[in-house]
């Protein structure tokens, strides 16, 4: 008899130093199967494994990213100048060098971790891939909720991460949680934010940005 999948549902909320901010989005939480109740999910609902960040307008949309390991992320390029998407970060290292408007390259992330992306040419650009290892995760909308379909009942270890915000209590996660018909609600997850985002960075080559020294081949916009 096949296990009855769950929805998981839950609230994030994010005190911010800033008393009038409400903003609760963004935060990652995902669930680490922690016995062999929790199954993976049938491959016909699985989470995407090849998903995209577009750069446009000299942005990456989205800023933020949550994938599974093993997925295919495609940055195409959509602005009318060249791009260089980079990173030099544990979460996974790699350089898609220089290419022209209209065209992509794609990058597997291979382990779980933290990404932080930038552009080499345009220093205003930044981008994070979390990659997890496990299908149930989720990202939290501006109102701080979390939905994870698909999700069998079983025993989970609880995790969550946001840019600039933290637990309020470290010790509170990762802590295990047991889902079922019954209970299959996340709650209590407080953060605080701490004010932390990504420090000024260098460009690919650990140098700073020169605007007026573009690489040879592409027009500055």
Known sequence: MLAQFLTVKGAVSIEHKAKSMTNSRDVVVWLKPLDSKAIAPPAATAPARHTKIIQQHKHFDPHLLAVQVGTV???????????????????????????????????????????????????????????????YFAVSGRNGEIRMENVPPGRYSVSVWHQRAK???????????????ANATLSGIRLIDAGQVVPPHKNKYNRDYDPQAPAAGYRVP
């Open 73 to 135: 992320v495609d940055f195409p390029n959509l602005d009318p100048f060249f791009h260089n998407v980079f990173s030099l970060f544990d979460g996974k290292r790699f350089d898609l060098g220089l290419y022209e408007a209209g065209s992509s390259r794609s990058v597997t992330f291979t382990h779980p971790g933290v990404c932080f992306i930038f552009c080499n040419i345009h220093p205003e650009m930044s981008a994070i891939v979390l990659v997890v290892d496990t299908p």
């Open 167 to 181: 637990p309020e209590r470290p010790s509170d996660f990762p802590h295990e949680v047991v889902l079922s018909a």
